[in-house]
């Protein structure tokens, strides 16, 4: 089965990056029909769609927070990465990567990460 793991700091000061990385293991990140994305949770909120890395390389981003943000991958390690540049305390939450299948109505968020708790603080 397909496994998803995140792994970077948990503390982050303010006005810096985050970084993220996801390990895909079971499974390949160039596979079709198959989007690798991240989705946020902060405290006493709902989830929200960051954004993702498509098959062919393609990346799709949150209109919210795309001057901030940029999904890469690194196919020969089955990787892909987040970076959230100029952060906030407003950006704490638990940071989830997902596999999408794009071919299905809708689109199937199919595979979790656990999640990885990021706090932005002085």
């Known amino acids: 089965q397909v496994q998803l793991q995140e792994s970077g700091p948990g503390l982050v000061k303010p006005s810096q990056t985050l970084s993220l990385t996801c390990t895909v293991s079971c499974g390949s990140i160039t596979t079709s029909y198959y989007y690798w994305s991240w989705i946020r949770q902060p405290p006493g909120k709902g989830l929200e769609r960051m954004g993702a890395?498509?098959?062919?390389?393609?990346?799709y981003y949150s209109p919210s927070l795309k001057s901030h943000t940029s999904i890469s991958r690194d196919t020969s390690k089955n990787q892909f990465s987040l970076q959230l540049s100029s952060v906030t305390p407003e950006d704490t939450a638990v940071y989830y990567c997902?596999?999408?299948?794009?071919?299905?109505?809708?689109?199937?968020?199919?595979?979790w990460g656990q999640g990885t708790q990021v706090t932005v603080s002085s």
């Open positions: 997902a596999r999408v299948m794009i071919r299905s109505d809708p689109a199937e968020y199919d595979y």
């Open positions: 890395i498509a098959y062919d390389g393609s990346t």
